[in-house]
């Protein structure tokens, strides 16, 4: 009877969080010490940043759309040297949120750090926040990593340069301008030529290629 | 002039990696030495699962495309508590894959034990992998964490019944099946309740509302 009562579920709990004492400065291991369904304690190792903002979310992942007259829609991926890969990864432009920044701002600011485009700020140039998603998770399984995927459109005229990069000393950051139509295959040939691939950048051009299938 | 020399970019190269000793049991911290491309000596923390099988990927995420003979093409999401998250997160089936295996054989293993759909062997059942996609990095600032997303299709017929799962003692997965077409409000309906929302989902999510509004 008593068996039967403790596998009913109930809300799961966290009880304690310890720190692993290492002395990394960007990253800590937790483990943390929870109540499963079925109320048995358990064990379960998180990895996390050192630094969040106190709003609670880590970083921005930004999907630009280019508006353009007589161009397709397109979007804006990186090309950048990742050390926890060891090789160059495509992504999104992203980055994290600093202290007291919304996810819209940190956006437009890395947005036009990383490819020029924009102002970096909200009411200025050619860029204008379109939605910020709900908060995600990046790998729940290990880590406590969250992010925004916040849209902005870019309104182009006809014969606009192609901004330059504002890039930090040390930053190494290559932009490329892709059709949303053409993102599913660019992704494939840099995959090919030994790229890693970013799992988001790299599932928004699965859902596309998904619609075009099945709308 | 050597200056000069120094800022021309060369191909970043991991020098060192070092393990921050703790007593954690399936995750550490690492410190990698690198050298940047302008040939400066740099150190970056990474957070690593201990064990990775031989082949290099660690998990899988399955994307399953139910096809039925009357209803709209659909996927399987699951409800899942992390506490890495510290809240039930929404996210694809998706498992570790086991020494030895490969991607989609995992895939099709996962699939049959988190949604009861397939046999979780190939060639048997109704689910059938159609596609392993390159391998992608989960969040390659902080971890080496990767993956394959495995597109799999499940035929069914008129009135096939919804199958059982097939959990372990202490898995708590609840699976739901949704139409792409619904996914990205589906999603957005359980954000509002509370639940989080992995990233590869929910972008999966954004993209198939990209191609219906831009194709």
């Known amino acids: 009877m008593s068996n039967n009562a403790q596998t009913q ?34 064990n ?5 940043r050192t630094k969040r903002p106190k709003a609670g979310v880590d970083s921005v992942h930004i999907l630009a759309l280019l508006h353009h007259p007589s161009k ?16 160059t990864v ?5 980055g994290l949120i ?33 939605e910020v998603s709900d908060i995600l998770v990046k790998d729940p399984g290990m880590s406590g990593a969250n992010m925004h995927l916040v849209s902005v459109d870019v309104k182009l005229g ?12 040390g930053e190494h950051i290559i932009k490329r301008v892709v059709a949303l139509k053409d993102l599913h295959s660019t992704l494939k040939d840099y995959s ?7 799992a988001l950048v790299a599932s928004i051009a699965q859902g596309w290629e998904l619609s075009k ?3």
């Open 44 to 48: 379960w190792e998180v990895a996390n």
């Open 213 to 215: 299938q099945f709308v």
């Open 72 to 87: 397709p829609v397109s979007t804006i991926i990186i090309e950048q040297y990742r050390p926890p890969a060891g090789v």
């Open 98 to 130: 600093d202290e007291g920044e919304d996810a819209a701002t940190t956006a437009l600011r890395e947005l036009h750090e990383e490819t020029g485009y924009g102002s970096g700020k909200a009411g200025e140039g050619n860029a204008s926040v379109k």
């Open 90 to 94: 495509i992504e999104l432009p992203a």
């Open 158 to 169: 006809e014969d606009d340069p192609e901004p330059e990069q504002k890039l930090e000393p």
């Open 192 to 198: 090919k030529k030994g790229f890693a691939i970013d």
């Open 9 to 42: 579920a109930q809300e799961p709990q966290i009880l304690k969080v310890e720190e692993y004492k290492t002395d990394a400065k960007w990253l800590k291991l937790e483990n943390i010490r929870w109540k499963d369904q079925e109320g048995k304690e358990r």
